[in-house]
């Protein structure tokens, strides 16, 4: 065959083989996001050069950064939101970047990643340390009331079987069949939170780790399916009790207190913003948040929509 | 970016790096077997089919639509479906890389059956008409999936680095990936050229 159609086939092979990276880079931005430090420059207000919400890949964070952008249009602000960037090994380094201004985060997830092992269960105590622990330019607002937590759920048959309560008893069965496996997105390989503070702290010992998403259809159809043990959750998910999934508690503390707080640049936080997102953290309660989760996972709602009904059922905004 | 072409090279060359479950040895093994088996199973299927409907001359029509049909099928939309219905299992991988190799291998077969003016024949390749490697090519390049769903292969790390902001590793994984596509092509084309070496091109 002529040569000529090989190179073509090797384009087309080569075009493809960079079609799936670039398919999960469009859910994740890999380095910087527009390769600029922002339009506007230190000292420039919200309302001058508008803001840009970023969101993490999962349900929950972008039902939140609809909700700020809610609130905040409302506040008169100009908002940009850039949906399901990635895991937080991604968000955090485009909000220094200055890609995005504002990102909904959780405090004991946020400190884990900032300083390692600093996290307590106290939520005055763990907004102090964040406050320590946040490099120069970015800052946290105060924490709302609603929180969630990563969990770690089995079904109930697995819980029944083997008598699960605590970690500290997946450790030891996992001692005993040496078999366990466990269903996460595949940070959480690297997590202290996750399979690493699992390990340390309880001795929890897996067979396999399987890279699965963050709380969404893949994880959840593996657990009901049998196919893991155990998997990484979050408790605003109404499908843990939906399926009479056994969330196994943690006496140890591993897992932190995770009430929801703004992660914010520095150069965006004026008053107009601070005042609308503490509104917001006041009156969003961890129920309701559940219930808007549940809303878009198990209804198929827009985010967006979800969020805007909300906001006006709240009098946060028209 | 010199720094992580510098750490990307030492990546790819250190020895802990290509040994254990996670060396890149064992996932070019797994990647290796994904491709070639579905491939394999494509082209059980997709051969017979193609060979079939060159040789009757009927449902040329239907054949020409099931390709462009599979090249509009997304893929990783497939795999989490049969996710969804078989659960945790090869089955996804498998379904969704035989569905995307089978309508090339049908359409190839069926115009390498028919006995057409050469005209005609430049024009189908034109229109995407080609030889099999593609498929086997466009296999390789999109049996990263296989990670999607917590399975191995060179997807691991394109997906791994991706998730834990591990630049090298991402590249890493897509670089042995494109290698992997491009020495397959090679290998193809010379065994084709070899098998064909009396025939005019």
């Known amino acids: 065959m002529a040569l000529p159609m090989n190179r073509r086939a090797l384009l087309g092979g080569l075009f493809a083989a960079a079609s799936v990276p670039a398919l999960a880079a469009c859910s994740g931005g890999i380095t910087s996001l527009d390769g600029g430090n922002g339009s506007s420059g230190s000292g420039t207000g919200s309302s001058a050069g508008g803001l840009t919400i970023g969101t993490a890949n999962f349900t929950e964070n972008q039902v939140l950064g609809c909700l700020y952008a809610a609130v905040l249009q409302q506040a008169g602000v100009k908002v940009k939101v850039r949906p399901n960037l990635g895991s937080r090994e991604i968000v955090i380094p485009a909000l220094k970047a200055g890609d995005i201004d504002l990102l909904p985060e ?12 600093d996290a307590s269960a106290e939520p005055g105590t763990m907004q102090n340390a964040l406050i320590l622990a946040l490099p120069a330019g970015l800052q946290v607002l105060p924490y709302g009331q609603a929180a969630d ?3 770690f759920a089995v079904t109930r048959a697995t819980a029944r079987k083997y008598g699960l309560v605590t970690l500290a008893d997946l450790a030891d069965l996992a001692k005993q069949n040496g078999k366990l496996v466990i269903g996460a997105a595949p940070e959480v390989k690297k997590r202290r939170v996750g399979a690493v503070g699992l390990q340390e702290v309880y001795g929890v010992e897996f067979k396999e780790f399987k890279s ?17 043990d155990v998997a990484n959750l979050f408790t605003t998910d109404t499908d843990i ?22 992660l914010i640049a520095d150069r965006k936080a004026d008053d107009t913003v601070r005042k609308a997102l503490a509104r917001l953290g006041n009156v969003l309660t961890t129920d309701q948040l559940t219930q808007l989760n549940s809303q878009v996972d198990n209804d198929k709602k827009d985010p967006e929509d979800v969020a805007n009904a909300y906001a006006k059922e709240k009098g946060l905004a028209k | 970016m010199y720094e992580l072409i510098t750490n990307l ?15 890149i040895a064992h996932r070019l093994a797994e990647h290796l077997q994904y491709s070639l088996l579905a491939t394999l199973i494509a082209a059980a299927i997709g051969l017979p089919l193609g060979l079939l409907i060159g040789h009757t001359g009927r449902g040329a029509f239907i054949a020409i639509n099931l390709s462009s049909f599979g090249r509009a099928l997304p893929t990783v939309g497939l795999v989490v479906l049969v996710f969804l219905a078989s659960g945790l299992s090869m089955w996804p991988v498998y379904i969704a890389l035989v569905a995307l190799a089978v309508p090339s291998i049908v359409t190839n077969t069926y115009a390498g059956m028919t006995a057409v003016d050469p005209d005609v024949k430049d024009a189908a390749r034109g229109q995407g008409m080609r030889w099999h490697p593609l498929a086997l090519i466009q ?36 670089v042995l990936v494109a290698v992997v596509a491009i020495a397959l092509d090679l290998v193809l084309s010379g065994v084709q050229r070899f098998l064909f070496r009396h025939r005019p091109a």
Request: hydrophobic share 40%.
């Open chain 1, 106 to 117: 959780y405090q004991g997830a946020l400190l884990n990643y900032l300083a390692p092992k």
């Open chain 2, 139 to 174: 296999v390789v390049a999109t049996a990263t999936i296989a990670a999607y769903v917590s399975f191995g292969g060179l997807g691991r790390y394109v997906l791994d680095g991706l998730a834990q902001r591990d630049l090298v590793q991402v590249m890493g994984g897509a």
């Open chain 1, 149 to 151: 937590s990563d969990c």
């Open chain 1, 241 to 262: 009790a939906a399926n009479g999934w056994v969330v196994l508690t943690d006496p140890k503390n591993l897992i932190p207190s995770q009430h929801i707080v703004p």
């Open chain 1, 212 to 228: 699965l998403d963050s709380d969404g259809p893949l994880v959840k159809g593996a657990l009901k399916k049998g196919d893991v």
């Open chain 2, 9 to 23: 090279g030492a990546w790819l060359t250190s020895g802990t790096q290509w040994s254990g479950y996670d060396g």
